[in-house]
């Protein structure tokens, strides 16, 4: 990952609702929600989550695809795999392994 696209994933999650979002779809997992039941769950105008998932869509933190009449959003896990490791891939002189278990940043459940 270039550090280009950290900035851009970490400004997209620097908001409130945009942090909410995909830390729903983070736990749904990769079959993600309807856009619905994303609005339904946190609250959230229709108008106001489009806007938040473009912009997460842009950071390329979510994907999504269309069924039927629904639009459904997922976390891109690659995205935040990359996202992950980048931020911690010089940890400890380049060593993460000696300061961070997988545990503890819960990637080893993904």
């Known amino acids: 990952m270039e550090s280009r696209q950290a900035i ?9 609702t945009r ?3 995909y830390r729903l779809l983070v736990q749904a997992g990769p079959e993600g929600l309807a856009a619905g039941a994303i609005a339904e769950k946190l609250g959230v105008a229709p108008a106001t989550l489009s806007f938040h998932l473009k912009e997460l869509a842009r950071a390329g933190l979510v994907t ?13 896990f690659e995205r935040m795999a990359a996202l ?6 010089n ?3 380049g ?5 961070l278990a997988p545990g503890e ?5 993904c």
């Open 64 to 76: 999504s695809r269309t069924a039927s009449r629904f639009i459904y959003y997922a976390a891109n």
């Open 91 to 93: 940890c400890c002189g």
């Open 105 to 109: 940043t819960s990637l080893s459940r």
């Open 19 to 21: 942090l909410a979002i």
């Open 84 to 89: 992950m490791t980048y931020l911690t891939e």
């Open 8 to 16: 851009d994933s970490l400004a997209a999650l620097a908001q409130e």
């Open 95 to 99: 060593n993460p392994g000696e300061c």
